[in-house]
């Protein structure tokens, strides 16, 4: 059973800097994807970053140059992944949610991963970002 969990949330004010850390467990195929999504109440989730085992990445346009998603470091089943956060901004306020998608390797994968939140199937709880202007 794959199990993820975030944290590294909390409040900065604009211009400010955050770093979320990502651990899940129970990944026993060798290929998969970790991602950041977020969402605010009343809006649609949004694809922030993914990653695949391979070490590719991709960012979505709204973060693209500010956040930076790291390389997957694993251990047997165990993995962890970072989000840095940089120059946020009041719109970055949102809950931000870890991910895992099984079998996910390469540039379309990625893209529908991070666009369609596809093959996503396992969820962290979140952990809040609340950016102050």
């Known amino acids: 059973q794959v199990q993820v969990a975030e944290s590294g949330g909390g409040s900065v004010e604009a211009g400010g800097s955050l770093r979320l850390s990502c651990s899940a467990s129970?990944?026993?195929?060798?290929?998969?994807?970790l991602g950041w999504f977020r969402q605010v109440p009343g809006k649609e989730r949004e694809g922030v970053a993914v990653?695949?085992?391979?070490?590719?990445?991709?960012?979505?346009a709204s973060v693209k140059g500010r956040f930076k998603i790291s390389t997957i470091s694993q251990d047997n089943a165990n993995a962890t992944m970072f989000l840095e956060m940089n120059s946020l901004k009041p719109e970055d306020t949102a809950e931000y949610y870890c991910?895992?998608?099984?079998?996910?390797?390469?540039?379309?994968?990625?893209?529908?991963?991070?666009?369609?939140?596809?093959?996503?199937?396992?969820w962290g709880k979140g952990t809040l970002v609340t950016v102050s202007s």
């Open positions: 129970g990944l026993y195929q060798k290929t998969f994807c």
């Open positions: 990653v695949d085992s391979d070490g590719g990445g991709l960012h979505a």
């Open positions: 991910a895992a998608a099984l079998g996910c390797s390469g540039g379309s994968y990625l893209d529908a991963a991070l666009h369609y939140a596809y093959g996503i199937n396992y």
